[in-house]
Protein backbone atom coordinates (compact mmCIF):
# COMPACT_ATOMS: atom_id res chain seq x y z
CA UNK A 1 0.00 0.00 0.00
CA UNK A 2 1.13 3.63 -0.85
CA UNK A 3 2.57 5.25 1.87
CA UNK A 4 -0.24 8.00 2.03
CA UNK A 5 -3.27 5.43 2.09
CA UNK A 6 -1.48 3.83 4.99
CA UNK A 7 -1.22 6.74 6.78
CA UNK A 8 -5.16 8.00 5.83
CA UNK A 9 -6.60 4.81 7.21
CA UNK A 10 -4.92 5.54 10.46
CA UNK A 11 -5.85 9.01 10.44
CA UNK A 12 -9.44 8.05 9.72
CA UNK A 13 -9.34 6.07 12.61
CA UNK A 14 -7.66 7.95 14.61
CA UNK A 15 -10.05 11.01 13.85
CA UNK A 16 -13.52 8.43 14.81
CA UNK A 17 -12.05 7.74 18.37
CA UNK A 18 -11.35 11.35 19.12
CA UNK A 19 -15.14 12.29 17.64
CA UNK A 20 -16.76 9.10 19.75
CA UNK A 21 -14.81 9.12 22.79
CA UNK A 22 -14.22 5.63 22.62
CA UNK A 23 -11.34 3.45 22.53
CA UNK A 24 -10.24 0.63 20.58
CA UNK A 25 -9.58 -2.20 21.96
CA UNK A 26 -5.81 -3.68 22.10
CA UNK A 27 -3.61 -6.65 22.60
CA UNK A 28 -2.15 -4.99 26.17
CA UNK A 29 1.51 -7.78 25.42
CA UNK A 30 2.40 -5.45 22.96
CA UNK A 31 1.83 -2.44 25.12
CA UNK A 32 0.74 1.36 24.69
CA UNK A 33 2.45 4.35 23.34
CA UNK A 34 1.43 8.23 24.25
CA UNK A 35 1.99 11.34 22.66
CA UNK A 36 1.53 14.71 24.06
CA UNK A 37 1.04 17.67 21.02
CA UNK A 38 1.60 21.31 22.96
CA UNK A 39 0.45 23.15 19.50
CA UNK A 40 -0.38 27.01 19.29
CA UNK A 41 -4.22 26.37 18.68
CA UNK A 42 -4.82 23.05 20.71
CA UNK A 43 -3.38 20.38 22.36
CA UNK A 44 -3.22 16.56 21.30
CA UNK A 45 -3.09 13.43 23.28
CA UNK A 46 -2.89 10.46 21.28
CA UNK A 47 -2.93 6.86 22.58
CA UNK A 48 -1.22 3.86 20.55
CA UNK A 49 -0.91 0.44 20.98
CA UNK A 50 2.09 -1.44 20.38
CA UNK A 51 1.83 -1.74 16.93
CA UNK A 52 0.46 2.08 16.05
CA UNK A 53 -2.74 1.46 15.85
CA UNK A 54 -5.01 3.95 17.36
CA UNK A 55 -6.13 2.99 20.64
CA UNK A 56 -7.60 6.43 22.20
CA UNK A 57 -7.43 10.20 21.01
CA UNK A 58 -8.85 13.97 22.72
CA UNK A 59 -7.70 17.34 22.16
CA UNK A 60 -8.67 21.05 23.54
CA UNK A 61 -8.45 23.99 22.06
CA UNK A 62 -5.96 26.43 23.94
CA UNK A 63 -3.97 29.53 23.94
CA UNK A 64 -1.27 28.90 25.84
CA UNK A 65 1.87 28.19 23.49
CA UNK A 66 3.04 31.32 21.43
CA UNK A 67 5.68 30.77 18.65
CA UNK A 68 6.40 27.60 19.85
CA UNK A 69 7.00 28.52 24.04
CA UNK A 70 4.52 27.72 26.83
CA UNK A 71 3.42 30.80 27.07
CA UNK A 72 1.31 29.56 30.44
CA UNK A 73 2.62 26.98 32.59
CA UNK A 74 0.07 26.20 34.50
CA UNK A 75 -2.58 26.25 32.21
CA UNK A 76 -0.84 23.85 30.07
CA UNK A 77 -0.61 21.51 32.55
CA UNK A 78 -4.67 21.42 33.00
CA UNK A 79 -5.15 20.83 29.91
CA UNK A 80 -2.75 17.85 29.61
CA UNK A 81 -3.65 16.82 33.20
CA UNK A 82 -7.46 16.79 32.02
CA UNK A 83 -6.73 15.00 29.17
CA UNK A 84 -4.94 12.13 30.67
CA UNK A 85 -7.82 11.21 32.87
CA UNK A 86 -9.85 11.37 30.66
CA UNK A 87 -7.93 8.70 28.52
CA UNK A 88 -7.82 6.73 32.21
CA UNK A 89 -11.16 6.60 32.51
CA UNK A 90 -11.70 5.65 29.16
CA UNK A 91 -8.91 2.64 29.37
CA UNK A 92 -9.36 1.64 32.94
CA UNK A 93 -5.67 2.01 33.68
CA UNK A 94 -3.32 4.92 34.32
CA UNK A 95 -0.84 6.46 31.86
CA UNK A 96 2.56 5.96 32.90
CA UNK A 97 4.53 7.98 30.42
CA UNK A 98 4.37 10.20 27.45
CA UNK A 99 6.25 11.94 24.30
CA UNK A 100 6.29 15.70 23.46
CA UNK A 101 7.59 17.77 20.85
CA UNK A 102 9.52 20.78 20.03
CA UNK A 103 9.25 22.39 17.23
CA UNK A 104 12.79 22.61 15.53
CA UNK A 105 14.95 25.38 16.53
CA UNK A 106 14.08 24.97 19.96
CA UNK A 107 17.15 25.08 22.01
CA UNK A 108 17.92 25.32 26.06
CA UNK A 109 15.12 25.35 28.72
CA UNK A 110 12.56 25.65 26.27
CA UNK A 111 13.27 22.25 25.33
CA UNK A 112 12.82 20.96 28.77
CA UNK A 113 9.70 22.90 29.26
CA UNK A 114 7.79 20.33 27.37
CA UNK A 115 9.01 17.91 29.43
CA UNK A 116 8.53 19.65 32.66
CA UNK A 117 4.41 19.63 31.12
CA UNK A 118 4.55 16.47 30.72
CA UNK A 119 5.63 15.34 34.42
CA UNK A 120 3.88 18.01 35.90
CA UNK A 121 0.76 16.45 34.72
CA UNK A 122 2.21 13.22 36.44
CA UNK A 123 3.49 11.40 33.39
CA UNK A 124 6.95 10.21 33.02
CA UNK A 125 8.55 12.34 29.86
CA UNK A 126 9.22 9.59 27.45
CA UNK A 127 10.96 10.65 23.93
CA UNK A 128 11.15 14.91 22.73
CA UNK A 129 10.99 14.51 19.26
CA UNK A 130 11.12 17.54 16.60
CA UNK A 131 7.49 18.13 14.94
CA UNK A 132 8.83 17.39 11.53
CA UNK A 133 10.43 14.33 12.34
CA UNK A 134 7.07 13.28 14.13
CA UNK A 135 5.09 14.05 10.82
CA UNK A 136 7.74 12.56 8.70
CA UNK A 137 7.16 9.32 10.60
CA UNK A 138 3.57 8.91 10.34
CA UNK A 139 3.92 9.47 6.68
CA UNK A 140 6.45 7.53 6.23
CA UNK A 141 8.85 9.85 4.47
CA UNK A 142 12.02 8.96 3.52
CA UNK A 143 13.46 11.60 0.84
CA UNK A 144 10.80 14.68 0.52
CA UNK A 145 9.46 17.51 2.31
CA UNK A 146 7.01 18.36 5.02
CA UNK A 147 5.22 21.21 5.19
CA UNK A 148 3.56 21.96 8.65
CA UNK A 149 1.03 24.92 8.78
CA UNK A 150 0.01 25.23 12.09
CA UNK A 151 -1.69 28.24 13.97
CA UNK A 152 1.42 30.23 13.78
CA UNK A 153 3.76 29.40 11.52
CA UNK A 154 4.70 27.19 8.25
CA UNK A 155 7.09 25.00 8.86
CA UNK A 156 9.25 23.54 6.22
CA UNK A 157 11.38 20.04 6.44
CA UNK A 158 13.22 18.60 3.89
CA UNK A 159 13.98 14.90 4.51
CA UNK A 160 17.20 13.02 2.91
CA UNK A 161 17.36 9.22 4.04
CA UNK A 162 14.56 9.45 6.72
CA UNK A 163 16.87 12.45 8.29
CA UNK A 164 15.71 16.03 8.54
CA UNK A 165 18.51 17.81 6.45
CA UNK A 166 16.65 21.73 6.38
CA UNK A 167 14.08 22.69 8.98
CA UNK A 168 12.75 26.37 8.77
CA UNK A 169 9.68 27.59 10.51
CA UNK A 170 8.11 31.17 8.91
CA UNK A 171 5.66 33.00 10.80
CA UNK A 172 2.41 32.59 8.47
CA UNK A 173 0.04 30.23 9.72
CA UNK A 174 -3.84 29.80 10.07
CA UNK A 175 -4.35 32.67 12.34
CA UNK A 176 -3.32 35.22 9.25
CA UNK A 177 -6.33 33.14 7.48
CA UNK A 178 -8.83 34.10 9.97
CA UNK A 179 -7.10 37.68 10.22
CA UNK A 180 -8.18 37.94 6.55
CA UNK A 181 -11.72 36.56 7.04
CA UNK A 182 -11.99 39.11 10.41
CA UNK A 183 -11.05 41.84 7.70
CA UNK A 184 -13.18 40.64 4.74
CA UNK A 185 -16.53 40.09 6.67
CA UNK A 186 -15.56 43.11 9.02
CA UNK A 187 -16.38 40.28 12.17
CA UNK A 188 -14.58 39.81 15.09
CA UNK A 189 -11.60 36.91 15.43
CA UNK A 190 -13.67 34.61 17.18
CA UNK A 191 -16.73 35.00 14.77
CA UNK A 192 -14.01 34.46 11.87
CA UNK A 193 -12.41 31.34 13.13
CA UNK A 194 -16.02 29.63 13.13
CA UNK A 195 -16.62 30.73 9.63
CA UNK A 196 -13.25 29.54 8.46
CA UNK A 197 -13.84 25.80 9.78
CA UNK A 198 -17.92 25.81 8.33
CA UNK A 199 -17.05 23.22 5.51
CA UNK A 200 -20.25 24.76 3.60
CA UNK A 201 -18.02 27.72 3.39
CA UNK A 202 -14.99 26.31 2.00
CA UNK A 203 -15.02 27.65 -1.14
CA UNK A 204 -15.78 30.98 -0.21
CA UNK A 205 -12.70 31.01 2.33
CA UNK A 206 -10.29 29.84 0.10
CA UNK A 207 -10.91 33.07 -2.50
CA UNK A 208 -10.25 35.04 0.67
CA UNK A 209 -7.44 32.96 2.56
CA UNK A 210 -5.91 32.50 -1.16
CA UNK A 211 -3.27 35.14 -0.91
CA UNK A 212 -1.97 33.78 2.49
CA UNK A 213 -1.90 30.63 1.09
CA UNK A 214 0.06 31.71 -1.91
CA UNK A 215 2.12 33.31 0.39
CA UNK A 216 2.81 30.05 2.34
CA UNK A 217 3.90 28.24 -1.07
CA UNK A 218 6.07 31.17 -1.59
CA UNK A 219 8.12 30.59 1.84
CA UNK A 220 7.91 26.70 0.70
CA UNK A 221 9.47 27.66 -2.63
CA UNK A 222 12.06 29.63 -1.19
CA UNK A 223 13.20 26.62 0.94
CA UNK A 224 12.86 24.04 -1.64
CA UNK A 225 15.06 26.49 -4.40
CA UNK A 226 17.95 25.16 -1.62
CA UNK A 227 17.30 21.85 -2.43
CA UNK A 228 14.46 21.02 -4.87
CA UNK A 229 13.08 17.66 -3.72
CA UNK A 230 9.66 15.05 -3.96
CA UNK A 231 6.71 14.42 -2.73
CA UNK A 232 5.63 17.32 -1.18
CA UNK A 233 3.47 16.59 2.04
CA UNK A 234 1.31 19.35 3.76
CA UNK A 235 0.04 18.95 6.95
CA UNK A 236 -1.26 21.27 9.99
CA UNK A 237 -5.10 22.46 10.48
CA UNK A 238 -4.50 25.43 8.52
CA UNK A 239 -4.23 23.19 5.67
CA UNK A 240 -7.60 21.56 5.71
CA UNK A 241 -9.34 23.69 3.02
CA UNK A 242 -10.20 21.83 -0.10
CA UNK A 243 -8.28 23.21 -2.40
CA UNK A 244 -5.44 24.38 -0.58
CA UNK A 245 -3.21 21.63 -2.04
CA UNK A 246 -3.89 22.60 -5.63
CA UNK A 247 -2.88 26.25 -4.68
CA UNK A 248 0.27 24.76 -3.46
CA UNK A 249 1.06 22.28 -6.12
CA UNK A 250 0.34 25.11 -9.03
CA UNK A 251 2.37 27.43 -7.27
CA UNK A 252 5.68 24.85 -6.82
CA UNK A 253 4.49 23.07 -9.82
CA UNK A 254 4.87 20.15 -8.69
CA UNK A 255 2.94 17.22 -6.72
CA UNK A 256 1.53 18.00 -2.95
CA UNK A 257 -0.28 15.37 -1.41
CA UNK A 258 -2.27 15.97 1.78
CA UNK A 259 -3.14 13.25 3.83
CA UNK A 260 -6.70 13.28 5.82
CA UNK A 261 -7.70 15.15 9.25
CA UNK A 262 -4.07 17.00 8.89
CA UNK A 263 -3.95 17.90 11.92
CA UNK A 264 -3.67 15.18 13.94
CA UNK A 265 -0.57 13.97 11.63
CA UNK A 266 1.91 15.29 14.50
CA UNK A 267 0.54 14.47 17.56
CA UNK A 268 0.52 10.92 15.94
CA UNK A 269 3.55 10.88 14.82
CA UNK A 270 4.62 11.90 18.15
CA UNK A 271 3.02 8.75 20.10
CA UNK A 272 4.48 6.49 17.58
CA UNK A 273 7.78 7.52 18.22
CA UNK A 274 7.47 6.74 22.19
CA UNK A 275 8.80 3.47 23.85
CA UNK A 276 5.82 1.14 24.62
CA UNK A 277 4.95 0.41 27.83
CA UNK A 278 4.08 -3.04 29.00
CA UNK A 279 1.03 -2.71 31.38
N1 LIG B 1 -11.49 22.58 9.65
C1 LIG B 1 -10.61 23.55 9.57
N2 LIG B 1 -10.63 24.40 8.53
C2 LIG B 1 -9.73 25.40 8.45
N3 LIG B 1 -8.77 25.64 9.35
C3 LIG B 1 -8.70 24.82 10.40
C4 LIG B 1 -9.60 23.73 10.57
N4 LIG B 1 -9.28 23.08 11.70
C5 LIG B 1 -8.23 23.72 12.21
N5 LIG B 1 -7.89 24.78 11.44
C6 LIG B 1 -6.82 25.75 11.68
O1 LIG B 1 -5.59 25.09 11.85
C7 LIG B 1 -4.76 25.84 12.72
C8 LIG B 1 -4.23 24.91 13.78
O2 LIG B 1 -3.55 23.85 13.18
P1 LIG B 1 -2.80 22.77 14.07
O3 LIG B 1 -3.77 22.12 14.99
O4 LIG B 1 -2.01 21.94 13.15
O5 LIG B 1 -1.87 23.76 14.88
P2 LIG B 1 -1.07 23.62 16.21
O6 LIG B 1 -0.30 22.34 16.20
O7 LIG B 1 -1.98 23.86 17.38
O8 LIG B 1 -0.12 24.88 16.04
P3 LIG B 1 1.43 24.97 15.72
O9 LIG B 1 1.84 23.72 15.03
O10 LIG B 1 1.54 26.22 14.87
O11 LIG B 1 2.03 25.16 17.08
C9 LIG B 1 -5.61 26.94 13.33
O12 LIG B 1 -5.32 28.18 12.70
C10 LIG B 1 -7.02 26.49 12.98
O13 LIG B 1 -7.89 27.58 12.83
MG1 LIG C 1 1.48 21.66 15.33
Redesign the pocket.
Known sequence: MKSIEKANKLLTSFHELVNTKKIQAFDSKDGYKVGV?L????IVLVVLDGKNRPVFGAFEYANV?RD?LVVDYQKSVEIVKRLRVQAEEALGFSLEAASGAI?PGTVGNNKRVVANVIESAEMVADQLVD?PTAAALVLGVEDGAVV??????T?ISIFEQGQPLIVEDEPT???H??LVIAGNHKISIEEA?LI??D?TRDRE?FIICRPVIQRMADITANVLKKHPTSPIYV????S??TEFEKEFSNYLDQKVFKPKY??FV?PIGIAMSSNPIII
Do not use: C, F, H
Not at 39 to 42: D, R
Not at 148 to 153: E, L, M, N, P, Y
Not at 235 to 238: H, P, Y
Open positions: DGTSSIGPEDVGGGTGGGTMTEKRPNVGGAYLPQT
